[in-house]
């Protein structure tokens, strides 16, 4: 076993002795005559799996020596964080930001690919009325993506981009915690391939919110979900520390809170809320859990638990969770915008100022999910009033944003039109939601294609069109090399006006009483349906455009320039890739992210590695 | 060299016209197919208010954007724009207009709902019982049960809505009504039909394999029909056969 080194080949091992202990131990039991259900014999395999992976993997082992008094090996310290140029160090636990970062963002993209396969699946059985895949596999498609999708837009930009760039945009050689910052990515692999193999498990069919009593009834795929949530939860909430002590303790010189971009501030605010709200929900499935597995009754109506009390905890966590996916599309789309703008970002304090406000009021709005739920009468009327008023910081994006653009000296590369497309999509997905805060409004569109529309507005809107523009913004700092300007504004046309044609109608296929998650409709609104499909296998289409580029460029793409785009922040200011350590000398900042137009110039030119 | 302050002339008067013939178009449209029951006559015109202040906003953000694009272009300048880091005129009327849409947004909202939800007197009330998958209709003051839900036009009916099994979600969209049935936990709405005739209902919320295909009908009456009907009850629950699902007039 010595010949074994920490890697993915033994954690694999780790894994298959982990579940096979727990469900060889369990079956054992179950023959001596104890009685023992499927759903705890996958609890128990899963957790051990998860366990033997991580030992496997080498994830512990630093801490372990710690732990124990002994000397760490620095030599093996320093190959941990990874050698450049060396394609392994990206399947290995590296604790490099950068390379965390690269392997957060390409994950999100192949998740991101997986759920989009299943949302065509879906599209596939609503092309016309009638039923071609079934009610009960459209459910399990439905969930699949709906699940996938959410930690895509968890998980893209603030674990890909973030991780990457953070450090370096604050003057940083690392994250604070860079093997917390390992293991909070490692942590991720199994339960979203036990998503992804849920069907084997019998599939679950209750939506991403898993409400009770329906989720109790499920099998067992549904307990693989509600599992794997938890575990990204884990993953979140030490993603959220180590970023929160990153930006409040490793700043460089100069780098004083008002002159960090605008990005890192989105980020920021995002942490805190994870940091707050991610153990509501990990707890609310962990209870969840419990009935099924362990035999409580926190959420069985038969035996005295309270239903809506899921509903409150979930949504607790879950209407925040929407600015955690929100909040660093709109931190990227405000920190391009500058740069294509030629100008600095307009009312930068009062953005600010509006990110936090957004992350406060984030906490007060949950039971807006639940005006037909059946909560206590009264709470409508504030929570309609505080649902309302989120809507005046997230208006003053629009204000950075348009005030930044008008006057400027616009340059429309591929970042600059998906903000564009973003301001767009955004303003349709906040009008359309002022229907569903207003709750006389909210009773006849509540479960209805309205609110699908709607939250694909926002949250493709959001948290999508910001992580293209940013990943193409930021593709030549991470990879070293420029992407075809020609294939970025054909997906972005593509990707738009296909989005737009597949989420527009579901408006008004919403207000026809159209419901959510469900395989048929009448057959009135086949023409209209047939219609969004192949809008929607069009947006498939754009995206396999995108992906060709991404990956024909990172390969054969030109070399490209420190700091082709000609922008201030510090990420700009190193080498294209950014060299192993960032900085050679840390640098002082002199003057604010955005300074274009000015007398100043970058803010700490002349002092970061060429 | 167009001044800053004749860009902003321009782009006002585009978004002037263009938000009044926005106005002109969405002002008194009906958005809900059916309106059948008081509580979606509200609801109807609370989507048109809306409709009709997205108007002014979705353009002020169109013409800002589209007229940037068109005259805002770099064109190969590598020049920076000017050095404005902001307005507090702008930024003011910005706030100050956001904050007072939001507050006249609410305080129309609270008026609609307390019309919908408030007031709890009734003339008529109903026991709606959901499992999956079917509905179940049952009159307290005549003592009968159904499976058709049969309403009088022009009073006040009280519904109190139960579940056996898992959450449902009782949905008439012409009445605009929509409340989850929540095992363990009885729930309520209030609805005056103005329109007699049949309506088709469904379940709203997600509740497993025959979600889709739980439907319900509603019946609106005059009181007199309905009394008569009450008097005669169908008969019992299990053998009455499926409702035949007929549209209404649209």
New interface residues.
């Given amino acids: 076993m010595k010949a074994l080194k920490p890697g993915l080949t033994r954690a694999v091992l780790g894994a298959a002795i982990g579940a096979g202990v727990g469900v060889g131990s369990l079956a054992l039991a179950s023959t001596a005559g104890l009685l023992i259900e499927d759903g705890q014999i996958l609890g128990l395999g899963y957790l051990l799996a998860l366990i033997g992976f991580l030992f496997g993997l080498g994830a512990f082992r630093f801490w372990l020596t710690w732990a124990a008094g002994r000397e760490i090996n620095v030599a093996e310290e320093h190959a941990a964080h990874g050698t450049s140029g060396d394609w392994r160090r990206y399947i290995r636990f590296t604790t490099d930001h950068k390379v965390i970062g690269v392997q957060y963002l390409v994950s999100a993209f192949l998740l991101f690919l997986t759920a989009g396969t299943f949302a065509m699946l879906m599209r596939v059985e609503l092309a016309q009325p009638g039923l071609l895949l079934g009610k009960e596999a459209y459910n399990q498609i439905m969930s699949t993506h709906g699940a996938m999708m959410i930690t895509v837009a968890l998980i893209s930009i603030i674990g890909g981009l973030g991780n990457f760039l953070v450090p370096i945009m604050i003057g940083a050689r690392d994250m604070a915690f860079p093997k917390t910052n390992a293991l909070s990515y490692w942590l991720l692999p199994l339960p979203i391939l036990l998503v992804a193999v849920n069907p084997l498990l019998g599939g679950f069919d209750s939506g991403w919110t898993a409400y009770p009593p329906l989720s109790q009834q499920a099998n067992l795929g549904q307990q693989a979900y509600l599992m794997a949530f938890v575990t990204v939860g884990i993953s979140s909430i030490l993603s959220a520390i180590n970023f929160l002590v990153t930006v409040f303790r490793m700043r460089a010189p100069g780098m004083s809170l008002m002159r960090m971009p605008i990005f890192v501030w989105a980020l920021t605010v995002t942490a805190t809320l994870m940091l707050v709200a991610t153990s509501v929900v990990a707890g609310a499935f962990t209870m969840l859990l419990f009935d099924r597995v362990l035999g409580t009754s926190f959420f069985r109506a038969s035996r005295g638990g309270d239903v809506i009390l899921f509903q409150h905890l979930f949504w607790f966590y879950s209407h925040p969770a929407v600015y955690i996916m929100g909040l660093p599309g709109l931190g990227a789309i405000l920190e391009v915008v500058p740069v294509f703008a030629r100008k600095p970002l307009f009312a930068y304090p009062l953005a600010v100022l509006s990110f936090i406000t957004i992350g406060v009021l984030s906490f007060m709005v949950w039971a807006h999910h639940m005006f037909v739920s059946g909560m206590a009468e009264f709470f409508h009327i504030p929570i309609m009033l505080t649902t309302e008023l989120i809507s005046v910081p997230t208006g003053i994006v629009f204000l950075a944003a348009l005030g930044t653009i008008w006057m400027g000296k616009l340059h429309f590369k591929t970042p600059m039109l998906w903000v564009f497309g973003f301001i767009w999509a955004f303003l349709i997905g906040g009008i359309t939601g002022v229907y569903l805060a207003d709750v006389p409004t909210d009773i006849a569109l509540s479960d209805t294609y309205f609110v699908v529309a709607h939250f694909h507005y926002t949250i493709v809107g959001g948290t999508i069109f910001g992580l293209f523009a940013g990943t193409y913004y930021w593709f030549p700092k991470i990879t070293g090399r420029m992407y075809n300007e020609r294939l970025g504004q054909l997906h972005f046309w593509w990707f738009t006006l296909a989005f737009n044609a597949t989420f527009l109608p579901m408006f008004w296929l919403g207000i026809e009483d159209m419901r959510r998650r469900v395989a048929d409709y009448p057959a009135a609104l086949g023409g209209v349906n047939l219609f969004v499909s192949i809008a929607a296998f069009n947006i498939f289409l754009s995206v396999a455009v995108f992906v060709f580029n991404m990956v024909w460029s990172w390969r054969r793409g030109p070399k490209a320039a420190a700091n082709p785009w000609r922008a201030h922040t510090l990420e700009w200011q190193v080498a294209s890739p950014p060299p192993i350590q960032n900085f050679d000398e840390i640098p002082t900042v002199s003057a604010g992210p955005y300074e274009y137009g000015g007398p100043v110039g970058a803010p700490a030119e002349g002092r970061a590695t060429p | 060299m167009i001044s800053?302050r004749r860009?902003a002339w321009i782009a006002a008067a585009a978004w002037t016209v263009l938000s009044i013939l926005g106005i002109v178009l969405v002002a008194g449209i009906q958005?809900?197919?059916v309106i059948a029951s008081r509580?979606?006559e509200?609801?109807n015109s609370?989507?048109v208010l809306?409709t009709v202040l997205?108007v002014p906003?979705?353009m002020f953000?169109?013409v800002?954007?589209a007229y940037?694009?068109l005259r805002?272009?770099?064109n190969g300048?590598?020049?920076?724009?000017?050095?404005?880091?902001?307005?507090r005129g702008?930024?003011a009327v910005?706030?100050s207009v956001?904050?007072v849409l939001?507050i006249g947004?609410?305080g129309?909202?609270?008026i609609?709902?307390i019309?919908?939800?408030g007031a709890q007197v009734s003339d008529f009330e109903v026991q709606v019982r959901a499992e999956q998958w079917a509905w179940h209709f049952e009159y307290p003051s005549a003592g009968v049960k159904s499976k058709e839900l049969h309403i009088p036009v022009g009073e006040r009916v009280h519904l109190v809505?139960n579940s056996d099994?898992?959450?449902h979600?009782f949905?008439v969209?012409a009445f605009?009504?929509?409340?989850?049935a929540?095992?363990?936990?009885p729930?309520q709405i209030y609805v005056t039909a103005t329109v007699a005739g049949t309506y088709p209902g469904?379940c709203?919320?997600?509740?497993?394999?025959g979600?889709?295909d739980m439907h319900l009908t509603v019946v609106v009456s005059d009181r007199s029909a309905l009394e008569d009907w009450l008097n005669h009850p169908p008969p019992p629950d299990d053998s009455q056969p499926p409702p035949d699902g007929s549209e209404p007039p649209r």
């Fill in positions: 800053s860009h958005v809900l197919p509580e979606a509200i609801e609370a989507f809306l997205s906003v979705l953000v169109v800002g954007l940037s694009a805002f272009r770099a300048d590598l020049e920076d724009g000017p050095p404005i880091h902001g307005s702008f930024q910005w706030l956001s904050f939001v947004l609410f129309y909202g609270a609609g709902l019309d919908i939800r809505i099994d898992v959450i979600s949905w969209p605009g009504i929509k409340q989850d929540v095992p363990g936990h729930t469904l709203a919320e997600l509740c497993g394999f979600h889709t």
